[in-house]
């Protein structure tokens, strides 16, 4: 199965039900399906040939999933791009990916006018409407021309089989420079039909999308969805979260995802406490670590909702492990099991197995695992030995099989000649009561070599209590484990994934 076939599928099993929903209009997958056929008629006729990259620099809509699809259906691979790239970062992605086109939204348009002549394998631009700026030598076509005036007589015929790259998502570089990762249709259904599975999705799902799609985890609400004849709700407001809970409410959602910061905001910065979801069956969290603490507040505000805590990277497409709801409460602060069809434990540097509660590194195996870094066969070699994929999370396994983080490889710090886990003293800082969220980072000590520095985000009620903070976290947590330094901010530096920007802290 190929991820076109997804739309294909659908259309024919559940042609009229509504397949994506936008700021008060759907389309359903019959149309879905016709538009992302024409619209790959197009790409081929504009030269798009079988494996060539398109660059798609779009916000979440129902265009966004014509696009997406529709490249696929042309033979193309999918190179997603976020909305908050600076004009030098998009043109560097651009040109790393070779893209052939650029499908783009027209308020992005400020965004390439002055790099879109250094993109050299560009062949053309594809805007949602006719722009106002015109590019000197490269073709400009819109969306309208090819979904709304043209009308196929055919369907899009490209030999492709599911081992062949269907997507590069760039990874969201939060601790170093972004990394290509090439996934193929194999990986990506195959880790869509293991999340349909535990998560039990059916036609009459509905999810709340408010996860950029450009991010993997993003991209999974759309392909599972879809796969299953679901309706995939879209907000792009999350900025003003309590007309997005509203916007649950109304839309009957049964399903929402998010991040940690997403959770931290609708714990803090919403009347979450005041709703009923009536509709609701589950919500997933993924893309980091959210405290135990925290995900009791969670699961008991969303009750009786499922709480499914989910772990994975974007090399793994991304999904890995998950807790069983029913098994959360006795396993907080776990990353749960496998998922369906694919392998998760705790292995040596050589990929072997090692015993429960013994600690070492968080590996993956199955049909998930990218087919490598594009254009950086190194890096590929250093984290995929013997079809593993080594996380770079270390970690241990329990009794009962289950998995924990305990920290990654590189942010272990060595305070006075002993290691010291950044993770363990965020997760102590972040219990505290007046802490909304924090992060930890290593700085240089004069006479420890190494020390602790937390940048801590307070709740709305509380002041600035540096002193009091370390008098709490003296009862958590060994002496030489204190941060040496803690420093109160407002907020700490997030990319579009909702990930801490670490280099942005070590700036700082």
Known sequence: MLLGDIVKKSAHLHGEREAVWFKGKSISYDELDKKTDALALGLIECGIKKGERVALLYENSIDYAIAFFAITKAGGVIVALS?????????????????????????????????????????????????????????????????????????????????????????????????????????????????????????DDRIMAVLPFSYVYGTTLLLTHLYCGGTVLIDNGFSYPNKVLENMQTLKATGFAGVPSTYMILLSKSILADMKFHHLRYITQAGGSLPADLQKQVSRKFSP???????????????????????????WGSIGIAIPNCEAYISDKDGNAMMPFTEGEIVGRGSNVMIGYWKDPQATAEVIRGGVYFTGDRGYMDE?????????????????????????????????????????IGVNHPILGQAAKAFVVLKPAFIHIEDDIKMMLDKKLPRYKLPSQICIVSNLPKNSSGKIMRKELEKM
């Open 305 to 331: 909702a499922k709480f499914f805590v989910m772990y994975g990277a974007t090399e793994l497409s991304p999904r890995l492990t998950y807790i069983p709801p029913e098994k959360l409460e006795k396993k």
């Open 83 to 203: 909305a908050e790239l600076s004009s030098e970062n998009l043109c560097e992605l651009i040109n790393h990916c070779e893209a052939s086109a650029l499908i783009i939204q027209n308020r992005y348009i400020n965004k390439i006018i002055d790099i879109y002549d250094k993109c050299e394998t560009l062949k053309f631009i594809l805007c949602g409407d006719q722009p106002d700026f015109t590019f000197d030598n490269l073709p400009i076509y819109t969306l309208k021309q090819f979904c709304d005036d043209h009308h196929p007589a055919s369907e899009p015929i490209v030999r492709a089989i599911d081992i062949d790259l269907a997507a590069i998502v760039y990874t969201s570089g939060s601790t170093g420079k972004p990394k290509g990762v090439m996934l193929s249709h194999l990986n990506l259904i195959s880790n869509t039909r293991s999340i349909v599975e535990y998560l039990n999705l059916t036609k």
């Open 400 to 440: 009962d099989g289950f998995l924990y983080v305990s920290g990654r490889k590189d942010d272990m710090l060595k305070v006075g000649g002993k290691k010291v886990s950044a993770r363990e003293i965020e997760d102590a800082v972040a219990s505290l009561s007046c802490v909304q969220e924090a992060a930890v």
